[in-house]
Each structure stands twice: as structure tokens, then as C-alpha cells.
């Protein structure tokens, strides 16, 4: 079935790091894809996503490409800050993204 | 917008008691989900409804648990009786089209 694999975490980086969390998928037919942050005592929130192959999205310094002969979302970022530490959601929309399949999700702390 | 507004934000209460925890949707979203967040099982989507009709409910753990969406800008998910078993984050979350907006989330504590 559809299904999303993150990197396992916890992901402990120091500040100005370069951050890479991994993220598969298996589907059927082109879902798109997207990324979540949950900062602490909060909901899921959308930080970028991608529709199509080869589409790329970014927010607030993360960028993702939608990689189809991989079947890959990796999430990056280039200088990570300590306000950068969460929980990170790769997931998939099928059905025109009325319903989303959710990875396990990667704790991610910078130290100072 | 007010985003998607859910309550209580916080809620313990004692096995063997009824919760109702309550969501109100973005104005104009038409999809609705009900997920269920632990350290042990992640999160879980346990109903979602389109146009206030549940479609998918193989996600409800148990009779225990129910939902309702008696319009589109209300829609509750009730627990009885409620176990220790029970205690989580319920989000809701709301969408039209293409992603989601999810409310800040009931921390639901059984004892």
C-alpha cells in the first residue's frame, strides 16, 4: 500500500549546520508531497510541499525536491538555527490530497 | 482566519467516563480529519469526513469511539467509556483541495 519511511531520529545538530532528513514513498499513481513541522505543544503545520516531479518547494530556508525515479522527498536545509528544533512530517496526498499518509516523523534538536 | 479551533486544549478525566472533544473547521474547507498522536504509535487518522459524510473510518480503534459532523462547521469525537489506553493528542485538521490546516490539539489524559 501507500506509505511513506523517514529518517529515524532524534537528529541532534549543532547551530549553522547542514541539515538533511530523508523521506521515501510508495504509491500508486503521482501523489504530492509535503512536509510538516510540529514545534513543541503545537499542531502540524505546513512547511512545503510539491505537486509533480521535479517540482521543488521551500519555506523559511527548507527546500525539498520531488524526486520521482527515486521516489524521495528529502528534506534540507542549509544553516539550521536552534528555533528549527521540532518534530519533521514527510507525507504523501492521495486522492488529490484529500487524505495524507504521514511518516513516522524525525525529532530534530540544535544545540547553540 | 481563526484556523481550525479545538476544545479543550487540555482534558483528564477518569476511566470510565465520556469525552466529547469538539473541532471547529476552517470556513469554506470541505474535508475534515480526526488524528490520534502518541510516542508509541505516532500518528494515527481515525475518521475523516468530506462534506460532513464519513468515508474513511478504519481508524477508529474501537466502538468506543465515535464521530460526528452534524454540519460543516462542527464535529465532535466521542470516547465512551474512556481508558487509561486512551490518553493522547487528538488533532483535528481541516483541508480543501490540496493539504492540511491542523488545530492546536487535545491532550486527553485517562485515569
Known amino acids: 500500500g501507500d506509505s511513506v519511511t523517514q529518517m529515524e531520529g532524534p537528529v541532534t545538530l549543532s547551530e549553522e549546520a547542514f541539515l538533511t532528513i530523508n523521506c521515501t514513498y510508495t504509491?500508486?499513481?503521482?501523489?504530492?508531497l509535503f512536509w510538516y513541522v510540529q514545534y513543541p505543544g503545537e499542531g502540524l503545520q505546513l512547511l512545503l510541499k510539491?505537486?509533480?516531479?521535479?517540482d521543488k518547494g521551500s519555506n523559511k530556508g527548507f527546500e525539498a525536491t520531488y524526486r520521482k525515479e527515486t521516489t524521495s522527498f528529502h528534506l534540507e536545509k542549509g544553516s539550521v538555527q536552534v528555533s528549527d528544533s521540532a518534530v519533521y512530517f514527510c507525507?504523501?496526498?492521495?486522492?488529490?490530497?484529500?487524505?495524507?499518509?504521514f511518516g513516522q516523523g524525525t525529532r530534530l534538536t540544535i544545540n547553540p | 482566519d481563526a484556523g481550525v479551533i479545538q476544545s479543550p486544549r487540555h482534558e483528564v478525566t477518569e476511566m470510565g467516563q465520556e469525552v466529547t472533544l469538539r473541532c471547529k473547521p476552517i470556513?469554506?474547507?470541505?474535508?475534515l480529519f480526526w488524528y490520534r498522536q502518541t510516542m508509541m504509535r505516532g500518528l494515527e487518522l481515525l475518521i475523516y469526513?468530506?462534506?460532513?459524510?464519513?468515508?474513511?473510518d478504519s481508524g477508529m480503534p474501537e466502538d468506543r469511539f465515535s464521530a460526528k459532523m452534524p454540519n460543516a462547521s462542527f464535529s465532535t469525537l466521542k470516547i465512551q467509556p474512556s481508558e487509561p489506553r486512551d490518553s493522547a493528542v487528538y488533532f483535528c485538521?481541516?483541508?480543501?483541495?490540496?493539504?492540511?490546516?491542523f488545530g492546536s490539539g487535545t491532550r486527553l489524559t485517562v485515569v
Open positions: 485538521a481541516s483541508s480543501f483541495n490540496d493539504g492540511y490546516t
Open positions: 504509491a500508486t499513481g503521482y501523489p504530492s
Open positions: 510539491a505537486t509533480k516531479a521535479d
Open positions: 507525507a504523501l496526498g492521495l486522492q488529490g490530497a484529500q487524505k495524507l499518509v
Open positions: 470556513s469554506g474547507h470541505n474535508s
Open positions: 469526513f468530506n462534506n460532513n459524510v464519513p468515508i474513511d
